[in-house]
């Protein structure tokens, strides 16, 4: 009854939230909408198309990780665009997909994962927790938010294979076992995992040969197109189109993580904030930046002052 209650609450400040600052949604908002300009994609959408995708089944939205995916690529803009501006672009995108009550749900959700995103960066965590402890924090801070079945859709694979790591972690860590037993019990963790989740680990391995003879090609001075021609007779053409995609990511996520380390020099520089108040600014920044998921991964990228 508590967490319903709860529940109940956070659903209402959203709302408030939603109204106060976000554009309408009904007939006056969509008339704005229709005699305003045609929106100048953010400047770093340009070229691109959207990421992930948005499906109605029977009349209601399906909430899935292609579905986040989506609203993340359109909240990589914060800092180019206000929340407002964002969310007015991703429901044009949405007006031409989705019926009327598919597209409501979807925004609702939205306003929730927005919402949600921002808590994170109030939420302290410990920086000596472990894994399973962050990640059962970030499941609590998640269901303030969403629903069990919201929570499934979005984050579960992610979740799956952040339990199989924690765990992973937990037994290469125990002093008790000996390195037979660990490497059995890490052997029958790998047999647990869906099949996606599975190959997903061992393509690394199998790739392994091909990031080796791309390193020795790069040493050489090899250019891109050589690149592309070693890729394509060791894996295939779809593969090399597929690793060649992966490379503007990659230089596209480095871009983004270049800008986050001036922001938080300039933050940290700053003397007229307290310690306390450049630690907060600073978490601020990563949450309007990057997802949760993507907070793991940048501490290899940024780690922390």
């Known amino acids: 009854m508590r967490r319903r209650g709860w529940w109940v609450l956070a659903l209402a400040v959203c709302s408030a939230l939603a109204w106060l600052f976000w554009p309408f ?21 340009r070229g691109t198309q959207p990421d992930g995708a948005v499906q109605a089944e029977s009349g209601q939205l399906r909430v899935d990780q292609e579905l986040r995916r989506l609203f993340d690529y359109y909240l990589a803009t914060q800092g180019e665009r206000a929340l407002p501006q964002i969310r ?14 598919p597209l409501a749900q979807a925004m609702s959700l939205f306003d929730r994962y927005v919402a949600y995103r921002q808590s994170l960066a109030g939420m302290a965590v410990a920086a000596s927790a472990d894994l399973a402890t962050r990640l059962s924090r970030a499941r609590a801070a998640r269901l303030q938010y969403f629903s069990e079945a919201e929570v499934a859709g979005l984050f579960g694979e992610e979740d799956r294979y952040d339990a199989f790591t924690a765990k992973r972690l937990a037994i290469l860590a125990d002093p008790s076992l000996s390195a037979a037993e660990k490497q059995r019990r890490v052997a029958e963790l790998e047999r647990q995992l869906p099949p996606e989740l599975r190959a997903a680990r061992e393509e690394p391995v199998q790739h392994l040969a091909l990031a080796q003879a791309e390193e020795a090609l790069r040493q050489r001075g090899g250019g891109e197109q050589e690149l592309y021609q070693l890729r394509a007779s060791m894996v295939g053409q779809a593969a090399a189109d597929r690793l060649s995609e992966l490379d503007r990511q990659e230089a596209a996520w480095r871009l983004r993580v270049d800008g986050f380390n001036r922001e938080r020099a300039a933050i940290q520089a700053n003397a007229g904030l307290t310690e306390a108040q450049r630690q907060q600014a600073v978490a601020q920044l990563q949450a309007q930046r990057f997802t949760p998921q993507e907070a793991l991964r940048l501490a290899a990228y940024a780690p922390a002052k």
């Open 25 to 45: 949604s009904g007939a006056a908002g969509g008339k704005a909408a229709s005699s305003a300009a045609a929106p100048v994609p953010a400047a770093s959408l």
């Open 88 to 101: 007015a672009e991703l429901q044009r995108y949405l007006q031409g997909r989705l019926g009327l009550k």
